[in-house]
């Protein structure tokens, strides 16, 4: 059986050109780090006579927040984590849920697509952060948080699923067609799993959306979480080393979440052979 | 009619819109095509080839005209299937689900499924490859699942448009002695659309020459020499001559009009 | 392979949706499960909360914290502003009680109506603890003619003080619709803006050329204290100043809560005088290992170091009683805001409210059963 040898990450290091490039991801590192610690505070102080924290005192402040806290923060950093996390899987898994079938149908039935077209297309420049009193009004509780994190995930997973519907080769219908399928059977097993790497891709793109929202969503109305950890600590105390030190977090996070759902995509593209 | 004729096409006309203008793409088409026989179709480009083939897998509505099959076939069961020039498998199935398709879609059991995948694998000699995915495959490899494929629909007329256009010669040559031996395994009916003369006349037992568009019969030449055959014996030679003529006065007739229309447009 | 593509899908999806149908459940549907279970909201380092971070840290002859030993759970939430409180907490369901300016507590009741915000002021809080703060350029009153003033929030009792500080210095608000009192005669106007109390120090360091520069600020205590002791600025007048033992902060409950479970309200009330007389009695010792330890708390409560604490504890009056002086000046503050328009007289008989008049709806607003 023929099979393109996969080159394992091991592989990949001896590999002298993508060693280049971890070295160089370093040093850009090193240097953004460098310019973090020694050169913004005195650009601070002289621009607006105020001090700016430092690499080192937001990581320790960072650090820090896993095991103490002051006694206005009601939980220690992890827990703030698991807030925030469990707030945009369930935005995302929710905007999955309701995407992606719309927008298999809406690929799938023109009229159905024409009768959405306006609502989605006047929807999607709006920032979810702008659903804000739409949130508050018609929301209470954890709804109101999970539903900014929803409208970020969601127009990514639709679009590109919607986009993968569109790109099928027109050709697999004609061989579904001619091979006794009815519509029902192209629908799901054509379209559905023709679209699989534009869903994937969506996906992706939507967690890390939903993510992103995730500071200006708990600002609304959560007393707890990563978001309200970082506006509580900037706004309403003032003490920003802790907000820098909730933003590297909040960078981090994201930037596993991105690789895990990279790893994720990749993985079942291979399976299902399409890769 | 023929007695023995197991597709009846009448009267045959497919038109559509091209912008503001009608074209007629086949016209005053009759043919029977004979129940087991390996008939190809021969033709300058745009003479209606493809639009024939679609046509008869109902991909797409004739105008007017007729096509009757004169064989009931069995409840569940297409009359004709289809082989595209490109394949057309699905990329996210193995070489095996890619042939129970059509069982899946007639609902055939599991263990049935399995059974009847695996036979058509063996007649299209990929053991081996039951588990490897499209992309891993030569293009002849994947002209055979195609083909194993449309088998599996059971259907008794196999539609097959060009299907190793897109194969380099020799894979080409070991192909059509493969597909002969299906064919000859299988008693299916085969309507085989090429631009290959030398092909057309070592697989067929007939061999339609079509006009240009409106794609009409224009001749129907019998190939009467006994199977395998020998490209390089004289019968071969000569019928192949006599087709190539035929074509090629139709093949200088289309450039004719094209010619004369080029003309008129500059005029204007 | 369909159902392998299916498969993936469902899991990533179905992992998050079904924690949605959990966690949703769980908070809108709101109510404790338990008697003692009991939600409270207060104002993230807001030292006129600090009677709730001694309720719920201190332990009085025990292990336990006050809180526990009065046989209440308590599940704590940060605001950032007794508005926030008031509409996002109240209206909203998310809190049972919470201690909150009474400013908030009567003009967002009023505004919103009592169909939305059923609520009750059941005990106070503090007196006073507010400081009028300018910057190092700013002599007096009417150097701010033109210049940036700030609060923490216009619903707040801070920002009403700031109006009558104003007033009583003939300076209004520019752009404000109609001036406040046609008796006084204005000498000038300020510019107004919001800003959270975290923001006020960076705001007031910056250069006055800065068009983010913040020339004075009212805020509760620590923040006032905190930019005088940093040599940022320095007192122009103290709440106090302005209107004399006034209430600020109150404890407002969900009149639902307080109906469905009685007796946990009247042990969160115990919990509540227990916190203020350790409070008051360790704060007029200086030096004993309880003033250390308030100092302490303080501190933390407030992220504000030691020294910045001390003098915050300093402008501090907690009390939790409410006198027949209380209720007045509580209906003069209504009538203030009225005044300053920042409640509609109409409001009186909207959205549910039917009050007569402003005391009858101090009369109704404020009980005094649980003192």
Redesign the interface.
């Given at each position: 059986m023929m099979q393109a040898e996969d080159s394992g990450i091991l592989d990949r290091i001896k590999d002298s050109e993508f060693a280049g490039r971890i070295i160089l991801g370093i040093i850009g590192a090193i240097a953004f780090i460098l310019f973090w610690e020694y050169g913004i505070d005195p650009i601070a102080v002289s621009i607006s006579g105020n001090h700016f924290p430092t690499f080192s005192e937001s990581l320790s402040a960072l650090l820090d927040s896993f095991t103490h806290r002051e006694l206005w923060n009601p939980n220690y950093m992890g827990e703030h984590l698991g807030f925030s996390l469990v707030r945009v899987l369930m935005g995302f898994g929710i905007a999955a849920f309701v995407a992606i079938p719309l927008a298999l149908l809406m690929g799938w039935m023109r009229n159905f697509e024409s009768l959405l077209f306006p609502i989605n297309e006047i929807a999607r420049p709006i920032p979810p952060l702008a659903w804000i009193p739409v949130a508050v009004i018609l929301m209470s509780g954890e709804l109101k948080v999970v539903f900014i994190c929803f409208l970020g995930a969601y127009f990514p997973i639709l679009i590109n699923t919607l986009q993968g519907v569109k790109s099928i080769d027109p050709l697999l219908f004609d061989a579904a067609k001619t091979l006794g399928a009815s519509r029902r059977d192209i629908f799901l097993k054509v379209v559905v799993p023709a679209t699989s790497s534009h869903m994937m891709t969506g996906l992706k793109v939507g967690l890390g959306v939903a993510w992103m929202t995730i500071v200006a969503a708990e600002m609304i109305g959560a007393t707890n979480g990563v978001g309200w950890y970082i506006y509580f600590s900037a706004v309403q105390q003032g003490i920003y080393v802790q907000a820098l030190g909730g933003m590297i977090l909040i960078g981090f996070v994201g930037y596993a979440i991105f690789m895990v759902m990279d790893i994720i995509e990749r993985r079942s593209l291979k399976w299902m052979g399409m890769r | 009619m023929d007695g023995n004729a197991l597709i009846s096409i009448k009267d045959l006309k497919v038109s559509f819109k091209k912008g503001r203008k009608v074209v007629d793409a086949i016209d005053n088409f009759s043919f029977d095509v004979m129940d087991s026989e390996f008939v190809c179709v021969l033709g300058p480009s745009g003479c209606g080839k493809t639009t024939l083939l679609r046509v008869l897998s109902n991909l797409q509505e004739a105008t007017s005209g007729k096509v009757e099959v004169t064989r009931k076939v069995d409840g569940g069961k297409p009359v004709f299937t289809q082989v595209f020039q490109d394949f057309a498998l699905f990329p996210w199935r193995t070489v095996r689900k890619n042939i129970e398709f059509p069982l899946e879609v007639r609902g055939v059991s599991a263990g049935e499924k399995e059974r009847s995948s695996s036979q058509l694998i063996d007649l299209v000699n990929l053991d081996g490859f039951e588990d490897a995915h499209p992309k891993e495959l030569s293009g002849g490899m994947k002209q055979r699942v195609a083909i194993a494929r449309a088998l599996a629909t059971e259907a008794s007329v196999l539609l097959m448009d060009e299907p190793f256009g897109s194969l380099d010669a020799q894979t080409r040559n070991l192909m059509q002695k493969e597909l002969l031996d299906i064919w000859q395994k299988t008693k299916k009916t085969i309507i085989f659309v090429t631009h290959s003369v030398d092909e057309a006349v070592f697989l067929s037992d007939r061999i339609l020459v079509m006009t240009s568009r409106p794609g009409a019969v224009k001749k129907v030449f019998e190939v009467d020499i006994p199977r395998p055959r020998e490209r390089t014996s004289k019968e071969f030679i000569y019928i192949r001559g006599a087709v190539l003529a035929e074509l090629q006065a139709e093949f200088d007739k289309a450039q004719a009009v094209e010619h004369t229309r080029d003309k008129e447009r500059s005029k204007r | 392979?369909?159902k392998?593509?299916?498969a993936?899908?469902l899991v990533?999806?179905?992992?998050?949706?079904?924690?949605?149908a959990g966690?949703?459940l769980?908070?809108?549907s709101?109510a404790p499960s338990a008697p003692s279970n009991i939600r409270v909201g207060y104002i993230?380092?807001d030292i006129h909360h600090l009677p709730f971070?001694i309720a719920?840290?201190v332990t009085v002859g025990g292990t336990e914290s006050i809180y526990a030993a009065n046989d209440l759970n308590v599940t704590?939430?940060?605001?950032?502003n007794g508005g926030a409180i008031m509409d996002?907490g109240f209206a909203?369901?998310?809190i049972d009680i919470a201690y909150v300016g009474s400013a908030p507590a009567i003009s967002k009741h009023l505004n919103l109506g009592k169909s939305m915000l059923n609520t009750s002021i059941i005990a106070q809080v503090n007196e006073e603890g507010s400081l009028i703060v300018a910057d190092l350029a700013t002599s007096n009153a009417s150097d701010l003619v033109g210049k940036k003033v700030a609060s923490p929030s216009k619903a707040s009792i801070q920002y009403l003080i700031l109006l009558k500080w104003l007033e009583n210095n003939g300076l209004n608000i520019t752009g404000d619709l109609k001036p406040y009192n046609g008796t006084v005669t204005y000498i000038g106007s300020v510019n107004y803006t919001d800003a959270?109390?975290?923001?006020?120090?960076?705001l007031m360091?910056?250069?006055s050329t800065?068009v983010d520069h913040i020339a004075a600020f009212i805020c509760w205590e620590p923040?006032g204290s905190?930019v005088i002791d940093g040599g940022i600025g320095h007192l122009l007048a103290s709440s106090h100043d302005v209107w004399p033992n006034h209430p600020c902060c109150v404890i407002v409950v969900s009149n639902v809560f307080a109906a469905t479970h009685p007796e946990a309200v009247k042990r969160f009330i115990a919990a509540h005088k227990q916190a203020i007389n350790w409070t008051n009695t360790a704060k007029n010792t200086n030096a004993t290992a309880n003033y250390m330890l308030l100092v302490e708390?303080t501190s933390?409560?407030?992220?504000k170091n030691a020294t910045v604490a001390a003098d915050a504890l300093a402008e501090m009056k907690y009390s939790y009683d409410i006198s027949a002086s209380t209720i007045d000046m509580l209906e003069e503050f209504t009538q203030k805001m009225m005044d300053f328009n920042l409640i509609a007289a109409s409001k009186l008989t909207a959205g549910g409210n039917t009050y007569a008049s402003v005391s009858d709806f101090i009369a109704n607003y404020v009980k005094t059963d649980y003192i």
């Open positions: - | - | 392979m369909d392998k593509i299916i993936i899908v990533i999806v179905l992992v998050a949706a079904a924690l949605a966690i949703v769980m908070s809108s709101g993230a380092g971070a719920n840290n704590a939430n940060g605001y950032a996002t909203q369901d998310a959270a109390a975290g923001t006020l120090k960076t360091t910056k250069p800065d923040f905190d708390i933390s409560f407030t992220a």
